[in-house]
């Protein structure tokens, strides 16, 4: 079946530090791939999407690129904020499963300042 | 705000008794997906509504039930709770055939005491 693989957290930063969360998935096909992220108190918000092979998913300074040779989607920041501070999914989805999300574990980040 | 609403945003009870969460969809969205997030065990996906009928299920105890009512908006139905019921409980939506991912609620944080 389905499954995504993240690395545990939580993961301490200092502001404007690098910030790498490595994800791997196993699936059958050509999955999407989603990173969501979940700020304190709220729901999960898409946060970037690669639908196939070597795209690349960006917003906000966050950018990941689907690698299907390495079957990974790991999530960057070149300097993070305080206010990155969350938990972030890594997910995927396949339109053959009726679209349904596979969620990693997730992986909770804290920025101090 | 995200087009996705979830009533209550808190709730508590006490065990053995039954509550009923509501979601209603993004304007326009056919699916409704229903998950649990604990701390110990991560989010985890419950049951899929497609346009008032059941997709998929996952893991959902046999103390709950869901359906989604012409109109679209779904209910989750979860009775003789426990303790462990205690969690946080997402609706997320969905746009058929697009793959773009969910758009998810703000939750409700069940409490049981």
């Known amino acids: 079946g389905n499954s995504v693989t993240q690395m545990e957290g939580p993961v301490t930063l200092s502001e404007e530090a690098f910030l790498t969360i490595n994800c791997t998935y196993t699936a059958t096909g050509y999955p999407s791939l989603f990173w969501y992220v979940q700020y304190p108190g709220e729901g999960l918000q898409l946060l970037l999407k690669?639908?196939?092979?070597?795209d690349k998913g960006s917003n906000k300074g966050f950018e990941a690129t689907y690698r299907k040779e390495t079957t990974s989607f790991h999530l960057e920041k070149g300097s993070v904020q305080v206010s990155d501070s969350a938990v972030y999914f890594c997910?995927?989805?396949?339109?053959?499963?009726?679209?349904?999300?596979?969620f990693g574990g997730g992986t909770r980040v804290l920025v101090k300042p | 705000d995200s087009g996705v609403t979830q009533t209550p945003k808190h709730l508590i009870t006490a065990t053995g008794q039954r509550v009923t969460l509501r979601c209603s969809p993004r304007?326009?969205?056919?699916?409704v997906y229903w998950y649990q997030q604990s701390l110990d065990q991560g989010l985890q996906f419950l049951i899929h509504?497609?346009?008032?009928?059941?997709?998929a299920k996952g893991n959902i105890l046999e103390r709950f039930s869901a359906q989604q009512f012409p109109d679209l908006h779904s209910e989750l139905n979860l009775s003789s709770l426990e303790l462990g019921d205690s969690a946080l409980y997402f609706c997320?939506?969905?746009?058929?055939?697009?793959?773009?991912?969910?758009?998810f609620g703000s939750g409700t944080r069940l409490t049981v005491v």
């Open positions: 690669a639908t196939k092979a070597d």
């Open positions: 997320a939506s969905s746009t058929p055939g697009t793959g773009d991912g969910y758009t």
């Open positions: 509504y497609y346009n008032g009928e059941e997709r």
């Open positions: 997910a995927l989805s396949r339109r053959a499963a009726g679209n349904k999300l596979t």
């Open positions: 304007s326009g969205d056919l699916s």
